[in-house]
Structure formats: structure tokens, C-alpha cells
């Protein structure tokens, strides 16, 4: 697995760790987040995965902080990735920012 951080903003969910795995149902993602969450007013409450040109594939909603579990992980199935597709990026979301400008690359290949 490659993945390559793009540019950031300022307080972001970082994406520490992406593991990606095929199955008949289609993919699925372990996304590892670390972001200094306060509590219900600023916290990490989302991942999402998208293609290349920003087409988003599947989101995963985070629905509370996690302020005393950093870094934590949460999982997305039954993702369906079309065949021709080899590397996705995933963005990460918290309620104060909004969707970040950091992606994380995915080779889906490996």
C-alpha cells in the first residue's frame, strides 16, 4: 500500500493508516484518524473514500468524539471499487473545518 499526503489545513483529522482489503462483497477500509478532539464542539466525524478526479466511492460518518481514543480506527465495508480503478484517496472531516484538503493515496494493486 503507497499513500502520499497532499496539502493541509490548518487543525485537520490527520489519516495515519489505511488498510484496504478485497473481498467478493467488495473493499474494505480501516482508516486510522488522530485529530485533538474537545468534544462535541470539535471533533473528527468523518472519512471519506473518493477516485482521483474527487468522485466519491463511500463515507464513513463518525457520530461522537473520541477524545480519550487517539489515534482511532473505524471501518467501512462493502465499498465497491470499479475494476479500472487502482488508487483511491481518502479525506478526512471534522465538524468545526469541513472536508480537508489532505488526501491520502491508496494503491489498491498490492
Same mark, same amino acid.
Given at each position: 500500500?503507497?499513500?502520499? #499526503?497532499?496539502? #493541509?489545513?490548518?487543525?485537520?483529522?490527520? @489519516?495515519?493508516? $489505511?488498510?484496504?482489503?478485497?473481498?467478493?462483497?467488495?473493499?474494505?477500509?480501516?482508516?486510522? +484518524?488522530?485529530?485533538?478532539?474537545?468534544?462535541?464542539?470539535?471533533? #473528527?466525524?468523518?472519512?471519506?473514500? &473518493?477516485?482521483?478526479?474527487?468522485?466519491?466511492?463511500?463515507?464513513?460518518? +463518525?457520530?461522537?468524539?473520541?477524545?480519550?481514543?487517539?489515534?482511532?480506527?473505524?471501518? +467501512?465495508?462493502?465499498?465497491?471499487?470499479?475494476?479500472? @480503478?487502482?488508487? @483511491?484517496? $481518502?479525506?478526512?472531516?471534522?465538524?468545526?473545518?469541513?472536508?480537508? &484538503?489532505?488526501?491520502?493515496?491508496?494503491?489498491?494493486?498490492?
Amino acid at each position: 500500500m503507497v499513500f502520499a #499526503a497532499q496539502t #493541509a489545513l490548518a487543525d485537520p483529522a490527520q @489519516i495515519t493508516d $489505511v488498510k484496504a482489503t478485497q473481498s467478493d462483497v467488495g473493499w474494505r477500509f480501516d482508516v486510522t +484518524l488522530e485529530h485533538p478532539d474537545t468534544g462535541w464542539d470539535h471533533y #473528527a466525524d468523518g472519512w471519506r473514500i &473518493e477516485t482521483e478526479n474527487g468522485q466519491v466511492l463511500g463515507t464513513r460518518i +463518525l457520530a461522537h468524539p473520541h477524545v480519550n481514543e487517539q489515534p482511532f480506527t473505524r471501518s +467501512l465495508s462493502r465499498v465497491w471499487i470499479p475494476p479500472e @480503478i487502482t488508487t @483511491i484517496y $481518502v479525506r478526512s472531516k471534522c465538524n468545526q473545518d469541513g472536508w480537508g &484538503e489532505d488526501t491520502v493515496a491508496v494503491s489498491l494493486n498490492e
